[in-house]
Nanobody, 117 residues
Framework: VQLQASGGGLVQAGGSLRLSCAAS????????IAWFRRSPEKVREEVSC????????YYADSVKGRFTISRDNAKNTVYLQMNNLKPDDTAVYYC???????????WGHGTLVTVSS
């Protein structure tokens, strides 16, 4: 049972990245999946979530309008499309999965996103 985040990298401000959260050993299709981020300067922040029921979505105010979360159940993967990136978005991003929003049983390792000004 494993969650693996990928897709991070170095990008200039205004650029885009797409993060992937892939599961192995279990299905994501009936779970709520969230993306979190953490940096040395900030506390952990839940950036976005896509819920198990009807794939409702949540976005932190800091990323609303710039980030989009989506899921591909056939690939057992959840994505986070990040557009118009800002230096303030620099952080380690990691995903979590669980039965409901805010209740996460599985946590993946992170992927580093660095946004240069």
């Amino acid at each position: 049972v494993q969650l693996q985040a990928s897709g991070g990298g170095l990008v200039q401000a205004g650029g885009s990245l797409r993060l992937s959260c892939a599961a192995s050993g279990f299905s994501l299709s009936h779970l709520s999946i969230a993306w979190f981020r953490r940096s040395p300067e900030k506390v952990r922040e839940e950036v976005s979530c896509i819920t198990d029921t009807f794939s409702g979505t949540y976005y932190a105010d800091s990323v609303k309008g710039r980030f989009t979360i989506s899921r591909d159940n056939a690939k057992n993967t959840v994505y986070l499309q990040m557009n118009n990136l800002k230096p303030d978005d620099t952080a380690v991003y990691y995903c979590a999965a669980g039965p409901a929003w805010g209740k996460y049983d599985y946590w993946g390792h992170g992927t580093l996103v660095t946004v240069s000004s």
